[in-house]
């Protein structure tokens, strides 16, 4: 699996606030001569800190052997999403454009089948049945389980991502390898799309 050629769309802009603040001084004659009437306590509710999901750590399949760290992948210059690098096949990555895998939306981690290096993390995912369990550990130690809801096989040149990664309100997770024959420069054709949701 060299390159997926699906492409992400880059959204979201950064935007920078400037408050200002406008400082006036009093000077001795502007003290007032009557004592100030008492403030109420303030009714106003706390303040929550919202805590950041933890990244995923680790990806555990254990009806087909799988147990893997979990590196970060982002988007080539090209907009295609990265694939772990050829010489780290047995290592599969999270795509961090997604969800945090157990958070609402679609979560997804690219392993590849095998590279010219050998045997890869992902050799095996075209066994995983419908039903099948899919652990993610977060860095902090927590542990998500997901149910595979179902597979697809599909054309490189045809690769469905807005349905892949695209907004839904379930808690998702798809696993993505390369599946299928061989182009003339000898890369996979096809891609194996393995869909599930988090177990409740």
Not at 7 to 12: D, L, Q, V
Request: with cysteine.
């Amino acid at each position: 699996m060299s390159r997926t050629h699906h492409r992400i769309r880059r959204t979201g802009a950064l935007g920078l606030f400037l408050v200002l603040a406008a400082l006036a001084g009093c000077s001795a004659d502007a003290v007032p001569t009557q004592p100030r009437a008492a403030q109420a306590p303030s009714t106003a509710p706390p303040r929550t800190v919202e805590v950041k999901p933890a990244d995923p750590a680790h990806v555990a399949i254990p009806s087909i052997g799988v147990a893997s760290s979990l590196m970060k992948l982002g988007l080539n210059g090209d907009g295609t999403v990265e694939v772990p690098p050829a010489d780290k096949g047995m290592t599969a990555g999270w795509y961090t454009g997604g969800t945090v895998p157990g958070e609402r939306g679609a979560a997804v981690i690219i392993g590849h089948n095998d590279t010219r290096f050998g045997r890869a993390v992902f050799h095996d995912l075209k066994k995983i049945a419908k039903g099948a369990d899919i652990a993610v550990r977060t860095a902090r130690g927590s542990t998500a389980h997901f149910t595979v809801t179902g597979t697809e096989t599909v054309s490189k040149n045809a690769f469905p991502t807005e349905k892949v990664y695209g907004r839904t309100d379930e808690r998702a997770l798809r696993l993505i390898t390369c599946d299928g024959g061989f182009d003339a420069e000898g890369h996979p054709v096809d891609n194996l799309i393995v869909y599930a949701v988090l177990r409740v």
